[in-house]
């Protein structure tokens, strides 16, 4: 049993590219964020972050991935800031293939359009923000990732077709049944 799980920073394109992933690989998609949400009884994202503090919205993100574990093979859209945590980097790389979705901060905020509700970057100047937070994540993301696809310039379709030439189509995400 193997997951297949898409990490990267906000505006990577983890859950377009994750949906299309998992129907063509004919397991389900998991949006770790949404996950979170529903533990939280359907509070969003960003009113976890305001109401309990970020501390709190991390203990959820990485309950929810352990909660993947023994879960049915399955595309999981990661947070952008699921790598922060040592553990979870364990918890990632025992779970399946890790494919990091590499994307420029530029790129990313255009891909985003408006911050409202990424609490991260909704604060203050988000061009800076989204830089500073890449720069201290890009190592992370590389060195938690099983291989790294560069999104520049490509389509959420033209990206779903590079991670499965990459991993094998049909190698990751499945228990064997198909
Ligand atoms: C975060 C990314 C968000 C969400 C939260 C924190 C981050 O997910 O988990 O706002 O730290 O980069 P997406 O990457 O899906 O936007």
Do not use: W
Not at 3 to 26: D, N, P, Q, Y
């Amino acid at each position: 049993m193997s997951h297949l799980l898409l990490i990267g920073f906000m505006g990577a394109g983890k859950s377009t590219v994750g949906r299309l992933l998992a129907s063509h690989l004919e397991v389900p998609f998991v949006d770790l964020d949404a996950e979170i949400e529903r533990a939280a009884g359907g509070r969003p994202v960003s009113e976890i972050f305001s109401a309990e503090g970020e501390a709190v919205f991390r203990a959820m993100e990485s309950a929810a991935l352990a909660a993947l574990e023994g879960a049915p093979a399955s595309v999981v859209a990661c947070g952008g800031g699921v790598v922060l945590d040592d553990e979870n980097r364990r918890v990632l790389k025992s779970l399946g293939t890790v494919v990091y979705l590499k994307v420029s901060a530029a790129e990313a905020l255009a891909r985003i359009g408006d911050v409202a509700g990424r609490p991260l970057l909704e604060r203050g100047d988000a061009t800076a923000m989204a830089a500073t937070l890449l720069t201290a994540r890009e190592t992370l993301y590389r060195s938690t990732a099983d291989l790294t696809i560069d999104t520049a310039g490509l389509s959420a379709e033209a990206v779903a077709e590079r991670v499965l030439a990459a991993v094998g189509d049909g190698e990751a995400a499945q228990d064997g049944a198909s």
